[in-house]
């Protein structure tokens, strides 16, 4: 596609269950940023993949959370146990590649809506 | 300290008004700013980047000051489809493309 897709769109889950969230980024960009949001909050960064680089995970909130990125494209921010302070919205954004003079600006996806209940 | 630093506003202005945002950055080797803008329950998107020259796009003038580590968005003759969340975002050069977003700033556009 064109732009940056996560899937589902929305997701209700119990409490204590695990959850999947899917980001496709747009094809070729080697950057990839998933950041949650909060209702009427700024973006928190979770985690951040660069290429082939070890993924910088300063940003998770807890061991509950993971990301992986597989053939460096599509990725999958999985939260374990959630619980209800886990409810917001979950965006990923993707930007072309790295470089001293790079300008570059991420863009996102539509985000997933999760709510804990 | 936060990286990037905004105030949340809401700042309310009538439609025509001029209207201005600063926001401020804690690392001043940072080499990359772009203003975002989201509206409700959507995505941020692009508005504009920040250029160490100033640049300007129709009535948004974004501006860099780098002695004193802010980036300004100046909205000229306010419309009501400007009323949004308007997102800072730096991009330090210690860390390429790890972007920061501020918190951002809600502007509403009164009739």
């Known amino acids: 596609g064109a732009g940056v897709s996560q899937s589902p769109s929305n997701k209700v889950t119990e409490k204590g269950k695990d959850v999947e969230l899917r980001c496709d980024p747009i094809?070729?960009?080697?950057?990839l940023y998933w950041y949650r949001q909060s209702l009427g909050q700024g973006l928190e960064f979770l985690i951040y993949?660069?290429?082939?680089?070890?993924?910088?995970k300063s940003g998770l909130p807890s061991d509950r959370f993971s990301a992986e990125r597989t053939g460096g494209s599509v990725s999958t921010l999985t939260i374990q146990r959630t619980q209800q302070e886990d409810s917001a919205v979950y965006l990923c954004?993707?930007?072309?590649?790295?470089?001293?003079?790079?300008?570059?600006?991420?863009?996102f996806g539509q985000g997933t809506r999760l709510t804990v209940v | 300290r936060k990286e990037v630093e905004q105030d949340p506003g809401p700042f309310n202005v009538p439609e025509g008004a001029t209207v201005a945002f600063n926001c401020t950055y804690s690392?001043?080797?940072?080499?990359?700013f772009f203003w975002y803008r989201q509206d409700c329950r959507k995505e941020p998107k692009l508005l504009m980047s920040v250029y160490s020259s100033g640049n300007e796009d129709g009535r948004f003038t974004a501006q860099l000051n780098r002695a004193s580590q802010y980036i300004s968005l100046l909205i000229r003759d306010s419309k009501l489809s400007d009323s949004a969340t308007y997102l800072c975002?730096?991009?330090?050069?210690?860390?390429?493309?790890?972007?920061?977003f501020g918190s951002g700033t809600k502007l509403n556009v009164k009739p």
């Open positions: 094809s070729g960009h080697t950057a």
């Open positions: 993949f660069q290429g082939n680089s070890a993924p910088d």
């Open positions: 975002v730096v991009n330090p050069r210690y860390n390429f493309n790890k972007f920061y």
């Open positions: 690392n001043s080797a940072s080499q990359s």
């Open positions: 954004a993707s930007s072309p590649g790295t470089g001293l003079s790079a300008n570059t600006e991420a863009f």
